[in-house]
């Protein structure tokens, strides 16, 4: 059966992974802290001015179906909430954070995911990111897809299918010629991957940079 979230769904759950892995002494959150992070600027396209009420009706459906559960802390004062991506999906923590940044963040490059997955957990360089990503690509139940390029972009993005689309759909609101199908994972090294120019490696440096940054605020901003 195939994975159907709406796009606030989305985007409680990729937060809810998010702040897991970057503040995890303010895991779970408090719906004002989710509020927070479905609203957050930095780190999320597209951008979501999502109100009080919005929230609570993705939560009660995310509830319904599995994917959150509440938690009660504080002696009861304040009730959180948690992800089980884990458990619906049957990934690991470095996939998970890879998913989160695409739930997040929308289509990206294993470089781009790479950066910014980082910062929750080790998922290795590109290359590994790619594998990773082929191996979600090739469940009975694609996750993500690798997408086509469009004018101007010099790498491949991929995108996440836990929203209902077939990786056809995908592929075709996106633009582009179809690109060849996602190998199994277990198939033969491909060919080495070109070097990027060098001002696409000083972005990725600066991005990481930035996100390393982030990281340090929002567990300052946990800890307060």
């Given at each position: 059966?195939?994975?159907?979230?709406?796009?606030?769904?989305?985007?409680?759950?990729?937060?809810?992974?998010?702040?897991?892995?970057?503040?995890?002494?303010?895991?779970?959150?408090?719906?004002?802290?989710?509020?927070?992070?479905?609203?957050?600027?930095?780190?999320?396209?597209?951008?979501?001015?999502?109100?009080?009420?919005?929230?609570?009706?993705?939560?009660?459906?995310?509830?319904?179906?599995?994917?959150?559960?509440?938690?009660?802390?504080?002696?009861?004062?304040?009730?959180?909430?948690s992800h089980q991506a884990k458990e619906q999906l049957g990934v690991e923590a470095a996939d998970l954070a890879i998913?989160?940044?695409?739930?997040?963040?929308?289509?990206?490059?294993p470089t781009e995911l790479k950066t910014r997955a980082a910062r929750m957990a080790h998922v290795g360089g590109p290359a590994d990111v790619e594998d990773r990503l082929q191996a979600l690509a090739s469940r009975p139940v694609p996750y993500v897809t690798r997408l086509p390029k469009r004018p101007r972009e010099q790498m491949q993005r991929w995108c996440h299918l836990l929203d209902g689309r077939t990786a056809e759909e995908a592929v075709e609101g996106y633009g582009g010629e179809t690109p060849a199908p996602a190998a199994p994972s277990a198939a033969a090294p491909s060919a080495p991957r070109p070097t990027s120019d060098p001002l696409v490696a000083r972005i990725d440096e600066l991005e990481a940079e930035v996100a390393d940054l982030k990281a340090r605020l929002d567990r300052l901003e946990g800890t307060a």
């Open positions: 059966m195939g994975i159907d979230l709406q796009p606030l769904e989305q985007r409680v759950v990729g937060v809810l992974i998010e702040k897991q892995y970057t503040v995890p002494d303010a895991y779970p959150l408090t719906l004002n802290a989710l509020l927070a992070g479905c609203n957050q600027k930095s780190n999320r396209s597209p951008h979501m001015e999502v109100m009080d009420w919005e929230l609570e009706g993705a939560v009660r459906g995310l509830m319904d179906r599995g994917w959150v559960t509440r938690v009660e802390r504080d002696s009861g004062r304040a009730m959180r909430y998913l989160s940044e695409l739930l997040c963040r929308g289509p990206q490059t």
